[in-house]
């Protein structure tokens, strides 16, 4: 028999701890990796336009309660809000491990004779089991990380898609803007085009002209309720998609400040390409989830390594409730032989780890690119509706011109279609190309990470 005096077992219980105190794999580090020093057609100095709330610049009261609404009703988004009460209940659950587990139980019987109705028994007993997993090799401590980080990353999710359906509710009402205008223009076209239509009739009755200019003028019109129908279309649907952002089923949507009177800065820093590693919600969620997956390696390492369980018991009886009996023992549990499983097992958890790194530093170029594109975008689409408004006077007051010639007999009637068609193909693409620039801005804004903050009322801490 083995006696241990109370010295040695000190001197285990001080080794457990120190064992216990120990936690395998590496601490997680944010990984170096390709980071330039400037965004390439930034050349305006300045805190990130990402610090601003761009649908209060649009001054737009209409489009921010849109947001508004789609922030509270949209499905997607509460999908998502329920998914992170699923992580914070699985944190929960895995956290549990941490901690003792305490079970009850009991048993009773009742014996009787029936040669002797005062022989009868009453037996019994209660009992309390307490179990406790120490944990060694920090294996718990790692899993419960990986699940913090685990949710973290969905609360990233949630704001990633919360700035998505903001940027879309207000790049799908410029749209529609830009629809209104362009069903506006080509209705004005129509009104137009009829009364040239009405008026070369009547030099056709009068023998001025041949039935040729008659024909291309009523194709022209027919161009024109065409456009019309087309517009239509397209606006109906844009408030559908709209409607669906907000959460709401398909309805007419408000309008508010007109596509010309929307105001913005002239003016769109964006700042450092390295706030995107910490602003940008897809980045954020993508480092949580390798931190969560570094954590995996060394709870998956302490498998290799035998696992200490604590038990206690303790069973009262019901014939004497002072009697007492208790048992406390230990076991040892660890792997000999398994045809290395628990090594396979790590080596599984390193390449889910540097596949989680590659979209790590593949998500961090996709948004230097976002970023170029969207500045490459703001400033060659305010060129360019300063061209087409340019375009816009040069066919109106070619057009004029022309019908000076035409009812002087210099020209034909064909160069005046050519011209009007030229004149409202100007008018549609100037209202499209402004539609383009704003939007852009919004772009802008979604690839800094920025325009809209996500309050969190309460977050778990690790």
Known sequence: MIIFRPYCFKLILGVVILIAGCKLGQPYSRPDITNPQYFRFDSIPGESVANLPWWELFGDTVLQNMILTGIENNKDLNILIARIREAEAQLGIVRANLYPRINYG??????????????????????????????????????????????????????????????????????????????????????????????????????????????????????????????TRLRVQTENSLSILMGLPPQNIERGVALEEQVFP????????????????????????????TARIGATEALQYPQLTLTADLTASFANPSILFGNLSAQVFGPLFN???????????????????????????NALREVEDAMIAVETFKNEFNIRVSQVNASSEALDMAWVRYQNGVTSYLEILDLQTSQFSSLLKASETLQLQLSSSVQLYEALGGGWRIPVDSLVTN
């Open 106 to 231: 009991g048993d009773g019987t009742f014996s009787s004779s029936s040669d002797d109705a005062t022989d009868s028994k009453v037996t019994g007993a209660v009992l309390a089991n307490v179990s406790y997993q120490v944990d060694l090799w920090g294996r718990y401590r790692n899993l419960t990380e990986a699940a913090f980080q685990e949710y973290l990353a969905t609360e990233e999710a949630y704001r990633n898609l919360t700035l998505l359906i903001v940027s879309s509710i207000g790049q799908g009402y410029l749209l529609l803007r830009d629809l209104d205008n362009r069903l506006i223009i080509s209705e004005k076209t129509l009104e137009t085009w009829q009364y040239n239509l009405d008026l070369v009739e009547a030099r056709f009755h009068a023998g001025m002209i041949s039935e040729v200019d008659v024909k291309q003028s009523f194709i022209q019109v027919e161009e024109a309720r065409t456009t019309i129908q087309t517009f």
């Open 339 to 365: 045809s290395g499983e628990n090594k396979r097992k790590l080596e599984v958890e390193i390449l889910r780890t540097e596949q989680l790194l590659l979209t790590y530093e593949n998500t961090f170029l």
């Open 266 to 293: 002239p003016e769109l820093p964006a700042g450092l390409p390295s706030d995107l590693l910490n602003r940008r919600p897809d980045i954020l969620s993508a480092e949580r989830k390798l931190e969560a997956q």
